[in-house]
């Protein structure tokens, strides 16, 4: 059985400047539908109020732990992967993600430390210089002359993106997880695979190319590990030894 990877609990959301109290009980309820808990507010005009607790409606403990910081660098100190949530495309060069890349990117970054999703002010975003503290930018593909969501509805897209990614991504790095098969692994299954099917005759010697092309296709998406890659060897020796017995 594999180790528990519950990556939610470490993406986090950080809102910058947020100006209507009412986002930010909004974005609590949209993180516990997604079963995301970790807010932090950086230099919200009003918290905590009425208002974002009567939108939060029964996410009252996401805003009761959210932490109020007043500088961007002090939400994101201990995360190792920071992604800026972006309603423009712009044109200098961060790397851009769809929100769905976000949600993978996110997930897997967790396998290894804290990662934070930041969103920027309603009226005007995020700065330059808040975006220099990003290592990514994300933007939910929309009306390009109509970009912008409302800042709770852009972060229950990453969210769900993130929790739907949960069930997608294989961990890689920690404990008996075991490595990415390599190319040459890889390329090591395949001959093995060719030889192993040739020798019961499954396969057609002089013709079975685009075979071993549709094995390449299926095998590659499967992203197998290099114990499941030792495992399907095992299983092509076994093949090979019980058809040719002496
Ligand atoms: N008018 C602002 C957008 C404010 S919306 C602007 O043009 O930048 C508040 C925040 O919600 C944004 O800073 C961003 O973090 C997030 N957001 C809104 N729409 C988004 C989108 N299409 N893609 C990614 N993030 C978005």
Same mark, same amino acid.
């Given at each position: 059985?594999?180790?528990?990877?519950?990556?939610?609990?470490?993406?986090?959301?950080?809102?910058?400047?947020?100006?209507?109290? &009412?986002?930010?009980?909004?974005?609590?309820?949209?993180?516990?539908?997604?079963?995301?808990?970790?807010?932090?507010?950086?230099?919200?005009?009003?918290?905590?109020?009425? /208002?974002?607790?009567?939108?939060?409606?029964?996410?009252?403990?996401?805003?009761?732990?959210?932490?109020?910081?007043?500088?961007?660098?002090?939400?994101?100190?201990?995360?190792?992967?920071?992604?800026?949530?972006?309603a423009?495309?712009?044109?200098?060069?961060?790397?851009?993600?769809?929100?769905?890349?976000?949600?993978?990117?996110? =997930?897997?970054?967790?396998?290894?430390?804290? =990662?934070?999703?930041?969103?920027? *002010?309603?009226? +005007?975003?995020?700065?330059?210089?808040?975006?220099?503290?990003?290592?990514?930018?994300?933007?939910i593909?929309s009306?390009?002359?109509?970009?912008s969501l409302n800042?709770?509805a852009a972060? #229950?897209v990453?969210?769900?993106?993130?929790?739907?990614?949960? &069930?997608? =991504?294989?961990?890689? +790095?920690?404990?008996?997880?075991?490595?990415?098969?390599?190319?040459?692994?890889?390329?090591?299954?395949?001959?093995?695979?060719?030889?192993?099917?040739?020798?019961?005759?499954?396969?057609?010697?002089?013709?079975? /190319?685009?075979?071993?092309? %549709?094995? %390449?296709?299926?095998?590659? *998406?499967? #992203?197998?590990?290099?114990? /499941?890659?030792?495992?399907?060897?095992?299983?092509?020796?076994?093949?090979?030894?019980?058809?040719?017995?002496?």
């Amino acid at each position: 059985m594999q180790d528990q990877f519950e990556p939610l609990p470490l993406i986090r959301i950080v809102l910058v400047a947020t100006s209507h109290p &009412g986002n930010i009980g909004a974005v609590a309820r949209a993180m516990k539908n997604m079963g995301l808990h970790d807010l932090v507010l950086v230099n919200p005009n009003q918290f905590p109020s009425y /208002e974002a607790s009567a939108r939060a409606s029964g996410a009252a403990d996401i805003l009761d732990q959210a932490r109020v910081v007043s500088t961007l660098a002090e939400a994101l100190a201990d995360c190792h992967q920071v992604i800026g949530a972006s309603a423009r495309l712009r044109k200098v060069a961060w790397p851009q993600l769809s929100s769905r890349e976000v949600g993978e990117f996110a =997930v897997r970054a967790a396998d290894v430390g804290r =990662v934070a999703l930041v969103f920027g *002010r309603e009226d +005007s975003g995020l700065t330059n210089e808040e975006l220099d503290q990003c290592d990514k930018l994300g933007h939910i593909a929309s009306n390009p002359t109509y970009s912008s969501l409302n800042l709770a509805a852009a972060v #229950q897209v990453f969210a769900y993106e993130c929790r739907m990614a949960c &069930g997608a =991504v294989v961990p890689q +790095s920690e404990g008996y997880r075991y490595q990415p098969a390599t190319h040459a692994d890889m390329e090591g299954f395949y001959v093995h695979l060719e030889q192993a099917l040739l020798q019961v005759n499954y396969l057609d010697p002089n013709k079975h /190319e685009r075979f071993m092309r %549709r094995m %390449r296709r299926l095998f590659n *998406r499967a #992203q197998p590990d290099s114990k /499941e890659i030792a495992i399907l060897r095992g299983m092509l020796t076994a093949v090979i030894k019980a058809s040719n017995p002496q």
